[in-house]
């Protein structure tokens, strides 16, 4: 009943596909922010849910700690196997299994990423809309509860994830939800492992609901001259009922950011980038509408387009936005927060946040998907500097505090990892204790991505 025992017999069935290889163990110990490697014991490539179901029974009768990992691009330190033990990767576990036009939904395995299956689905008309920006497999997707640019129309992972298959700590193999859109029927288990962090079970196929492509697609970005008349211009949109496919808020910092890594020529001010979905009148009636509402909040200039090339410049950029704002400071590595509240709450929330960044030591440009009132500041630190890595915890901590004092979360889309942990409390009080019950029930061992999301042991 050892670490040991459990390599020995998971390389009986998985030969080389069970890695422990430096290589190997060094990419899976490292995550996107700015926690300290920490190395899995092995790496697991399982090919099916069989073998998922078999690796899963080994190491639970050994005591060992198994954490999914779909692309690594989670950003709280997820998939990181803090306890050590068996990383698995879904990376050969990639197929996009069926696609049921009729019914607008398909059927895959955890390790597609949401690129991959939006080009396998171009030619059928349809298209998946959660977009983190990041190409993240549709796995860690739903395992974090993603969110991202088109959530304001289309919903997040929450909202588009029908049925899943899932691994328990046992080994068993479940399917939860149903192909049909609809269902009462009992506790849903669907929204339980939506957003359980790889802690309850292992996802091994998911049954996503797809929507149409629509017909033409307007695209425009304008400046304003501050926060204030910016936060004021999305409230204006979302009541008069103008339909979004995406608005995202950049503050002035982010702006010079993108200036300088893709040579663009932003005005160094706060900007609107919005996205119209639908016939070519409509969208195009729609971005005009939202040029008049910026207008009135005094924004400089609404530039918009339904080219596909201008488009596409304009949310590369905005999807690059991450490493424009690393690049702004070489060797520094990224502390990003999460908060969201409810969007009557928005303008206040950005404003201290930005004063009281503006007023440290750290540098941390904001950004957010604002239609749904959720923002990040992401601090940059030098983790060898004595006092930058405190100075930005208590800059986080500060804005989570906010986010719930304002009626919102301290994550709207990245989720707890390690990272948020400490707030969870204060967040859902004896809900929190409820949330370890669920996990002793389901992982009375305690081996499913321990040391995130509960306090379990
Ligand atoms: C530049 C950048 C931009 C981002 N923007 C956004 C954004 O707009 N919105 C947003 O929501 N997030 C965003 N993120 C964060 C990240 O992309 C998401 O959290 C994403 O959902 C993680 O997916 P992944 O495949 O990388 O998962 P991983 O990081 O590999 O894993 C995430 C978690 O899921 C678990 N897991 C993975 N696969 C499985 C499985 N099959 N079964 C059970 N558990 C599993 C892991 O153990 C871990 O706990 C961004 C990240 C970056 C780097």
Not at 118 to 132: C, I, M, Q
Not at 398 to 417: K, Q, S
Request: with cysteine; net charge negative.
């Amino acid at each position: 009943m050892t670490l040991p025992a459990a390599l020995t017999e998971l390389a009986s069935f998985l030969g080389d596909r069970l890695s422990r290889s430096k290589s190997d163990l060094a990419i899976h110990g490292r995550s996107e922010a700015h926690f300290a490697e920490t190395a899995p014991d092995a790496v697991a490539y399982p090919e099916t849910t069989e073998e998922v179901s078999r690796l899963v029974q080994v190491c639970a009768a050994n005591g060992v700690p198994v954490v999914g990992w779909g692309a690594g691009t989670s950003l709280e330190g997820h998939a990181l196997a803090v306890r050590g033990g068996v990383v698995v990767d879904f990376g050969r576990m990639a197929r996009l299994l069926s696609v049921d036009a009729d019914d607008m939904l398909c059927t895959v395995e955890p390790g597609v990423t949401r690129r991959r299956l939006n080009e396998e689905l171009r030619a059928t008309g349809l298209f998946f809309p959660v977009d983190p920006g990041a190409d993240a497999s549709l796995g860690g997707m739903a395992s974090t509860r993603a969110s991202g640019t088109t959530a304001v129309r289309y919903g997040t992972m929450r909202d588009n994830v029908l049925g899943l298959t899932v691994v328990l700590a046992d080994g068993r193999v479940i399917r939860t939800g149903s192909r049909a859109r609809n269902s009462a029927a009992g506790y849903d288990l669907t929204a339980l492992f939506v957003g359980a962090e790889g802690t309850l079970g292992l996802i091994t196929e998911l049954t996503l609901r797809l929507r149409g492509q629509p017909e033409a697609v307007t695209a425009g970005v304008c400046a304003f001259p501050d926060t204030a008349s910016a936060v004021a211009a999305v409230i204006a949109t979302i009541q008069s009922g103008v339909p979004m496919a995406r608005i995202e808020y950049l503050d002035a910092a982010s702006a010079a950011a993108f200036n300088a890594y893709a040579g663009a020529d932003f005005p160094e001010l706060p900007h609107l980038m919005v996205e119209f979905h639908g016939s070519e009148a409509g969208a195009a009636e729609d971005a005009a509408r939202f040029g008049e509402i910026a207008d009135e909040f005094g924004c400089l200039g609404f530039r918009w387009s339904a080219e596909a090339e201008a488009r596409n410049r304009l949310w590369r950029m905005r999807h690059d936005a991450y490493h424009a704002i690393i690049a702004t400071r070489p060797g520094a590595r990224p502390l990003v927060t999460d908060i969201c509240v409810p969007i009557s709450r928005l303008a206040e929330a950005i404003e201290e946040t930005a004063a009281e960044i503006a007023a440290s030591p750290i540098a941390g440009p904001i950004l957010g998907h604002v239609g749904d009132g959720n923002f990040h500041a992401t601090l940059l630190i030098d983790p060898e500097a004595p006092g930058e890595l405190e100075a930005a915890r208590t800059l986080a901590a500060r804005m989570n505090e906010r986010a719930l004092r304002l009626g919102g979360t301290v994550t709207g889309e990245h989720g707890i990892g390690m990272g948020k942990m400490r707030y969870m409390e204060g967040e859902h009080g004896a809900a929190w204790a409820v949330m370890a019950e669920l996990k002793r029930a389901l992982d009375p061992a305690g081996i499913m991505n321990p040391g995130k999301v509960v306090e379990a042991d």
